[in-house]
Nanobody, 120 residues
């Protein structure tokens, strides 16, 4: 099973930027879905940004124009660039990848979560 390791969270002031990384433990041969979710205390886990098969990008309305999702195939890493951060972006962020590894085994993996706190 492909494992995902997240990094890049932290404390940032409103208006600041962070880049989250989600590194896969094995080569992602193909994917159907790569996404970033977030979950604030007492809230549901919501989809923030996604890349679907064929490279289509999707964003939640609340982050459009501020967040950018990308995938570096050479590094097997999914990124979430977050700019113009707001206090309401504070949450634990999770990455999720559904695809196949180099042995064409299907997987649906989640990262461990990384805390993002936007506060002055």
């Amino acid at each position: 099973q492909v494992q995902l390791v997240e990094s890049g969270g932290g404390l940032v002031q409103p208006g600041g930027s962070l880049r989250l990384s989600c590194a896969a433990s094995e080569k992602i041969f193909s994917y159907n879905f790569m996404g970033w979710y977030r979950q604030a205390p007492g809230e549901e886990r919501d989809l923030v940004a996604a890349i679907t098969r064929g490279g289509k990008l999707n964003y939640a309305d609340s982050v459009k124009g501020r967040f950018t999702i990308s995938f570096d195939n050479a590094k097997n890493t999914v990124y979430l660039q977050m700019n113009s951060l707001k206090p309401e972006d504070t949450a634990v962020y999770y990455c999720n990848v559904r695809g196949s590894d180099s042995l064409i085994r299907n997987f649906d993996s989640w990262g461990q979560g990384t805390q993002v706190t936007v506060s002055s």
